[in-house]
């Protein structure tokens, strides 16, 4: 693999975009300041976002900028989607990137035909309206009026053989030995293996190359394998993890493209302790692991692993982009709760639940990024709640709630830290410690040294520590209080916060080596983070008073569910 990232996003996916056209200004007679647009693209829809990409070159001043409206095909009025980020040609760790704008259009319904319009400014020239269209894919289903064969231990090997694209086979109660499925189903006619209740698979199933997979409601005593695979659904199993296979759970670890994995409950070998914690610990297996584009990872429960839910590392990585992983529920996983590493962009880790992690979430390093986290909640966080290392550019920290040991929000990189974003989160820390080697900091509530501040953005965040002081660092700007903080530092609109701006009692989590149980972190209407937010389109449409509150969730507000539905 040659690490490259095309500025298109690599491919289009199954459903791609159509382009309209419609254009002003003219960027090629203006200088290197002005915008000269090139191709844009919508590669990889996922069931509930789209990416946009539009590749550019000129803009040396880079104050161009693209803006976006959406709304279903044939409906009324235009929403406002956040802007799409301006990526800057780049490269880290092998992989190279392009100059583009690039984002998402978040929490769209499955199946359905947007309109979107995308309008790029630049003051200097190459001003420019497009207009394009995308389909979001469908919640996948079995085909209409599948016939159904009815499956025992006995007769699986010769009903398998012989399976059609549509068929569904019915597994009845028993135990069946691990196996490698080499058929295939087509587009709106998948292979369906549904296990019913008393269905044990003792061992790994492996589906190498194969595309319209569907797997349903079996309990894997092994790993499920899906490399190079199209189109697989893997949902409502329950995956025992074995040494046998490495303590893995669902794993793709080359390209495969657009896995449905939801509502499965994936559980692993590794134990709550001190000796399990970090990279070198003891500690086994990926829970969930995918490789390539178009990922949806959904509703899952992943407990006990090295690390929860991850994408590949490395020159293992291929085209890790428009991936979802969202309302997922992620506990006792001794390195990573979330590995969003080698994201090259539009990975969109939202609304999932961290509780009990070594580390929170990890992109280690995005490669230009955006990689999108947005409303998740993070407690119990051991080492850092936001592992951005290796050089790490293009985060974007939206809406997300933090209450950890040590250093509420700490990155210890000891390389740049390059184009973050962050708005509207809240971040709560204490007293700290070292476990197992690492430290969790010493209760400072921002405190990012190698930031790049000229590239970065952070503000309307809501910061406390257990201490009672206002300390850390953004780049090589100390601060000694919110007062410093807010006057040295980009983050004019901080708010100092406690652990009195939760509704119900949350406590500081001063044992790290603790399973405790996972609290309700939402905040109360009265309290300092209530009303404090920058309003984000597309991110927090809907908030009741006279802004957003910060934090992952919106007083009052109903609890996402996280894990099977």
């Not at 990137?97 to 003051?123: A, C, I, K, M, N």
């Not at 699986?156 to 030995?177: E, I, N, R």
């Not at 708005?423 to 010493?442: A, D, V």
């Not at 209407?525 to 009303?531: H, T």
Request: proline share 5%.
């Amino acid at each position: 693999m040659d690490g490259g990232l095309l500025s298109d996003g690599g491919g289009s996916g199954d459903a791609g975009s159509h382009e309209d056209g419609g254009s002003s200004g003219d960027g090629g007679s203006l200088g290197d300041n002005a915008t000269v647009a090139g191709a844009t693209s919508l590669p990889f829809p996922t069931l509930h976002h789209l990416t946009v990409e539009w590749a550019f070159s000129g803009d040396t001043n880079a104050n161009g900028v693209v803006t976006v409206r959406y709304r279903a095909s044939g409906t009324g009025p235009w929403r406002e989607a956040l802007p799409l980020r301006r990526v800057a040609a780049g490269s880290n760790e092998g992989f190279s990137w392009t100059g583009r704008h690039s984002g998402s259009v978040f929490d769209l319904q499955p199946g359905t035909t947007y309109e979107l319009e995308l309008t790029l400014t630049d003051p200097d020239g190459g001003t420019t309206t497009r207009t394009t269209t995308a389909t979001t894919r469908p919640v996948p289903v079995p085909m209409a009026g599948a016939p159904v064969k009815a499956v025992t231990p006995g007769t699986f090997a010769s009903v398998a053989a012989s399976a059609q694209p549509g068929d569904v086979l019915q597994l009845g109660a028993g135990t069946y030995a691990g196996f490698d499925w080499s058929r295939s189903g087509t587009e709106g006619k998948p292979i369906v293996l549904r296990g019913t209740a008393g269905v044990v698979i003792n061992g790994a199933i492996n589906l190498f190359a194969q595309s319209h997979v569907h797997l349903e409601g079996l309990t894997v005593n092994g790993r499920i394998r899906f490399n190079g695979s199209k189109h697989i659904v893997i949902q409502r199993c329950a995956i025992n993890a074995s040494s046998a296979h490495g303590g893995d759970g669902i794993v793709s670890f080359t390209r495969a493209e657009n896995a449905y994995i939801a509502d499965n409950v994936v559980t692993g070998l590794t134990q709550w302790a001190e000796a399990s914690l970090g990279a070198s610990g003891d500690n086994l297996g990926e829970g969930i692991a995918v490789n390539g584009p178009g990922h949806v990872i959904l509703h899952n429960r992943v407990t006990g692993f090295r690390d929860g839910i991850s994408l590949m590392e490395d020159d293992e990585a291929v085209d890790q982009f428009s991936i979802d992983i969202l309302n997922n529920d992620l506990t006792g996983n001794a390195d990573d709760g979330i590995e969003a590493d080698f994201c090259f962009h539009n990975c969109r880790i939202v609304r999932n639940r961290l509780t009990n992690n070594f580390i929170a979430v990890s992109s280690q390093p995005g490669l230009g990024g955006p990689t999108y986290f947005v409303r998740n909640a993070i407690y119990n966080a051991v080492h850092v709640a936001f592992k951005l290392y290796r050089g790490s550019t293009g985060d974007v920290l939206l809406h997300n709630t933090v209450v950890k040991h040590g250093d509420a929000f700490g990155i210890y990189a000891g390389r740049p830290v390059a184009h973050l974003y962050a708005r509207n989160n809240l971040f709560l820390g204490g007293p700290g410690g070292t476990f197992n080697g690492y430290s969790s900091g010493t209760g400072r509530v921002l405190h990012i040294p190698d930031l790049e501040v000229a590239s970065s953005s952070l503000d309307y965040d809501g910061v406390g520590s257990t201490t009672d002081t206002v300390t850390g660092r953004l780049g090589a700007t100390p601060f000694t209080s919110l007062q410093t903080l807010r006057s040295e530092t980009s983050e004019q609109h901080a708010v100092q916060v406690d652990l009195t701006a939760f509704a119900t009692s949350v406590a500081y989590p001063a044992a790290p080596l603790t399973l405790y149980a996972k609290p309700d972190l939402r905040i109360r209407a009265d309290s300092a983070a209530a009303n404090a937010g920058q309003t984000l389109p597309n991110i927090n449409e809907g908030f009741t008073g006279p802004a957003p509150d910060l934090g992952a969730f919106e007083a009052g507000a109903d609890l996402p569910v996280y894990g099977p539905r």
